[in-house]
């Protein structure tokens, strides 16, 4: 029945575009191009719109008639869409002369290379991860088990205390969805799609700055290899997707198409978007709507409006419950006495001055975040992955773009930019972007994600501009740094996902994620408390995610003595705990409780290698009067 509605779900949403698309001009008057990016930022928005409708309700009402669930979301989709297309009906079609759409203009070599090499390998891990199931270590530690929560309780209330469960989980409302509607494996490369996008709003965003065709396809192919990118594609985590409607934004305010809804709104929209999956790119979203209020144009107070009342549709949500549960709208920042006066509570696991400390998983000491990309390899089990990992295409393109457009600027160029505002605000943009990672002092490489994008279209400026033979050059290092760098996380996924398949087909669950098998046979509402670390949460939950689970860290809150675990009878019998899962043999101090050996997985199930430490699950006793 899930898979029918959530069919209906997306069919719903997919139609009501279609529509729009007509309705408001959007095929006639806008580029091919511009035509599509508004009909993606619509889709989603119609997407998590229903989702923050029935979380609201639901948050203020707390009745469980406004539970989220697939059908409920089918339903009100299905009504929001009719209404809206309704009030549409009699709408009059915009007039004037429409644009021109040819866009299907000959690749030329150069072009065709470098797209479909990079379609190639990308597609080509797509299937890979086929192979098995949802990957990362934060995807496991509490993205996904976000998602799973989200539907197990049909409630957007924080259900951990610990600080990262407070975020803005656009992500995993994305993810929980598709994990109801399709097969597991499936699920897993639905990150990539956002890729994608952000490669396409990149090639747009580098056409806005002046770049031409060539090099702007350049910069959009190769920011999919870098390896901050390339890697967070290849898991379910909420990066890529922030990054996307981040710039997205930035290009509508750029390009500030002129179909209904209006750049403002589509701007507001994508900045919401953003916010919803990072809530690191409230930053951006400031800057922009600072931008928007002291542009020079008409109307500038209006577009203001607009675009905050937009940003708040699509992000409100996240503000208003992280408010409610817990006095502070973007809990769990906390930027000391301003929020002390404002009586905003800080988070007690969470203080932003204290994980500076964080940078020397990549580093040796501050300044050589200066040379990082050229020293990288030095942390080699650090160096190419999720979080971190700039490789070669970064070194040869934003560092000298970045120097060149500041000497640029210092020259004499600073009049003509201001007045082009294109190639000078990415700029601005991203170094302030930078500035505020650097001042962050949580400097984890990701946390840039955003800078990186927004400097690439001055790199297809100045390519743009060079000299031809110049020119020839350095699009052939480029080009090579591509191909090189795409190899990386094609032999490490490959390695990986390859060795799922056994002689008798793929991995099962239990097998892929390496758990005992009796997690996924355990009658329905099994509460199992994870003793054994974060990353084990998502496994735990079973193939048919009928298990609630209570993470390693919340676990560690309520029970972690010294060096063992003092289990709690009432916290036991409150929680309705009947499974514990462990590493080795911790100690417990049981007081009166039991615990039975009701599964383990003592090797590993493709190499047979004995596990240091046996994973085993307890079944608890309550053998107290």
């Not at 396409?200 to 959009?220: K, T």
């Not at 009947?578 to 003592?602: M, Q, S, W």
């Amino acid at each position: 029945m899930e898979i029918l509605s959530g069919s209906v779900f997306v069919v719903s949403i997919l139609g009501t575009i279609h529509y729009l698309s007509l309705k408001l001009g959007w095929q006639r008057f806008l580029s091919r191009n511009d035509c599509i990016l508004y009909s993606i930022v619509v889709f989603f928005c119609l997407f998590f719109f229903p989702f923050s409708v029935l979380g609201l309700s639901e948050l203020v009402s707390a009745s469980s008639l406004l539970k989220i669930t697939i059908n409920r979301l089918c339903v009100f989709s299905v009504i929001f869409n009719g209404i809206l297309i309704f009030l549409l009906f009699k709408y009059k079609n915009q007039s004037g002369m429409p644009v021109c759409r040819n866009c299907f203009v000959k690749l030329n070599s150069f072009e065709k290379v470098v797209i479909y090499f990079t379609l190639s390998v990308f597609i080509f891990l797509g299937l890979l991860l086929l192979f098995g199931f949802p990957r990362g270590f934060e995807v496991w530690a509490y993205h996904l088990p976000i998602a799973i929560n989200f539907f197990q309780k049909g409630s957007f209330q924080v259900w951990d205390t610990t600080f990262m469960h407070a975020y803005p989980a656009n992500m995993s409302v994305w993810v929980g969805f598709w994990l109801r509607v399709l097969p597991e494996r499936i699920v897993s490369v639905f990150n990539l799609p956002f890729l994608a996008v952000c490669s396409f709003v990149l090639y747009l965003l580098s056409r806005q700055c002046g770049g031409d065709r060539s090099s702007s396809i350049l910069m959009a192919c190769g920011i999919s290899c870098v390896p901050l990118f390339s890697f967070s594609a290849l898991e379910l985590g909420a990066d890529i997707a922030g990054v996307t409607f981040m710039i997205s934004s930035v290009y509508f305010f750029l390009k500030r198409p002129v179909v209904l809804p209006g750049w403002a709104v589509m701007c507001g929209l994508s900045a919401g978007l953003a916010y919803g999956f990072k809530s690191l790119h409230l930053v951006p979203a400031a800057l922009i709507f600072i931008a928007i209020v002291l542009g020079k144009y008409n109307n500038t107070y209006r577009d203001a409006g607009f675009f905050i009342i937009s940003f708040l549709t699509m992000s409100g949500i996240w503000f208003f419950r992280n408010y409610l549960e817990f006095n502070n709208p973007v809990y769990p920042v906390h930027l000391g006495r301003i929020f002390d006066l404002l009586g905003f509570k800080a988070a007690p696991d969470f203080v932003l001055s204290e994980r500076d400390v964080n940078q020397f998983e990549w580093v040796r000491s501050s300044w050589e975040w200066l040379i990082y990309p050229w020293v990288e390899w030095h942390q080699f089990s650090q160096n190419f992955k999720h979080s971190s990992g700039l490789g070669a295409f970064f070194a040869g393109t934003i560092p000298m773009a970045w120097v060149g457009y500041s000497i640029y600027l210092g020259a004499g160029g600073w009049s003509s930019e201001i007045a082009d505002k294109s190639r000078f605000f990415v700029y601005f943009m991203g170094t302030a972007l930078f500035i505020v990672w650097w001042f962050l002092g949580d400097r984890q490489p990701r946390y840039v994600m955003g800078g990186i994008a927004l400097l690439l279209p001055l790199t297809a400026f100045f390519m743009t501009t060079a000299n031809k033979r110049i020119r020839k050059v350095y699009e052939t290092i480029l080009v090579f740094c591509l191909f090189v760098m795409l190899l990386v996380p094609l032999f490490r996924v490959g390695v990986s996902q390859a060795g799922l398949v056994t002689t008798t087909g793929l991995a099962s669950r239990y097998k892929a994620l390496e758990y005992p098998e009796i997690i996924d046979k355990l009658s329905v509402g099994t509460t199992i408390l994870d003793l054994a670390d974060r990353p084990s949460h998502y496994p735990l939950f079973g193939s048919q995610f009928s298990n609630r689970v209570i993470s390693y860290s919340e676990a560690t809150r309520l029970f972690r003595r010294n060096d063992g675990w003092a289990l709690d009878v009432n916290l036991i019998r409150q929680l309705g705990i009947t499974h514990i899962y462990a590493y080795g043999e911790p100690k417990f101090d049981l007081n009166c409780l039991l615990l039975e050996v009701e599964g383990r997985l003592d090797r590993n199930p493709f190499n047979g290698k004995e596990y240091k430490d046996h994973r085993v699950l307890y079944r608890v006793l309550d053998n107290c009067l």
